[in-house]
């Protein structure tokens, strides 16, 4: 059981716009610390792909987009594309357990 | 271009004890936090361990609390995560991983390819 929790899966059409939802709790967002997006890859290493929020690192396409409100975080994807296929963690920081937490981790498929 | 490259990983009996190694290049590898992070098989990420720039403080995930070591040798850009008393459980991809800049250092900017421990009889 992860201690951030996010949908299993979820799917959308090439151009079409996804969000990854992230659910937190007192101790972590609710606590004011961050959320941080992940994307990963079959085979290969997490690469960040939003910190603090909504801020992207160097080279990480505007399509992706990321908010937090309260203890519900959201990553948004804008016009999807295939190679976009890709499991997607969210990530903080815990208070109540003094340790970085993910969230389980969301499969999406492009159909 | 910031690079992390473990090493060390492999089969291990239940009980047994293993060492990782990630060597760290392209930056300033004393100026950052480093955290250890784990993957099984087919399942999502953990934290295990971390370690300030300087090596003074680590966290443990209770997960691995006592049976899990982490150190690091910033003359020669290298961080180590020390594991004893393995279990089947244990079986995991271990990254190392860089945190994002301070002060807060709440993310984790960059990764290793990750080495494979697999525990088993």
């Known amino acids: 059981q992860s201690v951030l929790t996010q949908p299993p899966s979820v799917s959308g059409a090439p151009g079409q716009r996804v969000t990854i939802s992230c659910t937190g709790s007192r101790s972590n967002f609710g606590t004011g610390f961050d959320v941080h997006w992940y994307q990963q890859f079959p085979g290969t290493a997490p690469k960040l792909l939003i910190y603090t929020n909504n801020n992207r690192p160097t080279g990480v396409p505007d399509r992706f987009s990321g908010s937090r409100s309260g203890t519900l975080a959201s990553l948004a994807i804008t016009g999807l594309q295939g190679d976009d296929e890709a499991v997607y963690f969210c990530q903080s920081y815990d208070s109540a357990l003094n340790g970085w937490v993910f969230g389980g981790g969301t499969k999406l498929t492009v159909l | 271009q910031v690079q992390l490259e473990e090493s060390g990983g492999g089969l291990v009996k239940p009980g047994g004890s293993l060492r990782l190694s990630c060597e760290a290049s392209g930056f300033i590898f004393s100026d950052y936090y480093m955290s250890w992070i784990r993957q099984a098989p087919g399942k999502g990420l953990e934290w295990i361990a971390h370690?300030?720039?300087?090596?003074?403080?680590?966290d443990f995930a209770d997960s691995v609390k006592g049976r899990v070591s982490i150190s690091r040798d910033n003359a020669n850009s290298r961080l180590y995560l020390h594991m004893s008393n393995l279990r089947v459980d244990d079986t995991a991809v271990y990254y190392c991983?860089?945190?994002?800049?301070?002060?807060?250092?709440?993310?984790?900017?960059?990764w290793g390819q990750g080495a494979l421990v697999t525990v088993s009889s």
């Open positions: 370690v300030t720039s300087s090596g003074g403080t680590t």
């Open positions: 991983s860089r945190h994002g800049v301070k002060p807060a250092a709440t993310w984790f900017d960059s």
